[in-house]
């Protein structure tokens, strides 16, 4: 699976969009980018993900730039209860796929 | 549903005990996950299960074993829980979803202290 990159911080104001970068320069052709968030003590919770074509759904935006070696995720209007890390993680999308988790991004909105 | 439940909440383990945490979903998902999460630390994977009766080592398998004799129940076992072990484990299930799709649902996680 391919690595990915993101900051390890950033911070937001509330009522703003949120646009978290990450890097996947060594992704292949069949490699889905996926977006969790752990909200403090909770489990990781599913985002969004995508393949190469942008994606939005009720909680964010993913854009994916042509070559698909970066990737930003928008949250259009922070809320305080955005708070958490983001993880960005690139897999083969079959059935049981197992995630790696990296650093992610600790984003905190503030207000 | 519940999506995926996990006991106990919280425990605290002597140095040799064993535990047994458990971990259930009512989704009909066939595969299932242990994690675990050291203090400011992504996840790491532990066992996985494909379906009844499969399971598979992931990054980090040493000190556990696991059993899936239901779609249902995933349980993990420490048999002699060390210090290092300390961590939160958070078990997780997948299966294919409405748009085709297998993200997972993570449960809320065990909280599990040795000493």
């Known amino acids: 699976d391919a690595k990915t990159t993101q900051p390890p911080s950033m911070d937001c104001a509330e009522g703003r969009a949120a646009n978290l970068p990450c890097n996947h320069s060594t992704i292949s052709g069949n490699e889905y980018v996926y977006w969790y968030r752990q909200i403090h003590s909770q489990g990781p919770q599913y985002i969004i993900h995508g393949l190469k074509n942008n994606e939005t759904n009720e909680m964010a935006s993913l854009i994916i730039t042509e070559d698909r070696k970066s990737s930003t995720l928008i949250l259009p209007h922070a809320t305080l209860r955005d708070t958490a890390v983001y993880y960005c993680?690139?897999?083969?999308?079959?059935?049981?796929?197992?995630?790696?988790f990296g650093e992610g991004t600790q984003l905190t909105v503030n207000p | 549903n519940a999506g995926v439940t996990q006991t106990p909440k919280f425990r605290i383990l002597k140095i040799g005990q064993s535990m047994t945490l458990q971990c259930t979903q009512d989704?009909?998902?066939?595969?299932m996950y242990w994690y675990r999460q050291d203090p400011g630390m992504g996840l790491k994977l532990i066992y996985y299960s494909v379906g009844a009766g499969i399971t598979d080592k992931g990054e980090v398998p040493n000190g556990y074993n696991v059993s899936r004799s239901t779609t249902e129940d995933f349980p993990l076992r420490l048999e002699l829980a060390a210090p290092s072990q300390t961590s939160v484990y958070f078990c997780?299930?997948?299966?294919?979803?409405?748009?085709?799709?297998?993200?997972?649902?993570f449960g809320p996680g065990t909280r599990l202290t040795v000493t």
């Open positions: 997780a299930s997948s299966g294919l979803g409405a748009g085709g799709t297998y993200e997972q649902y």
């Open positions: 989704m009909n998902h066939n595969y």
């Open positions: 993680i690139v897999i083969i999308e079959t059935s049981g796929s197992r995630l790696t």
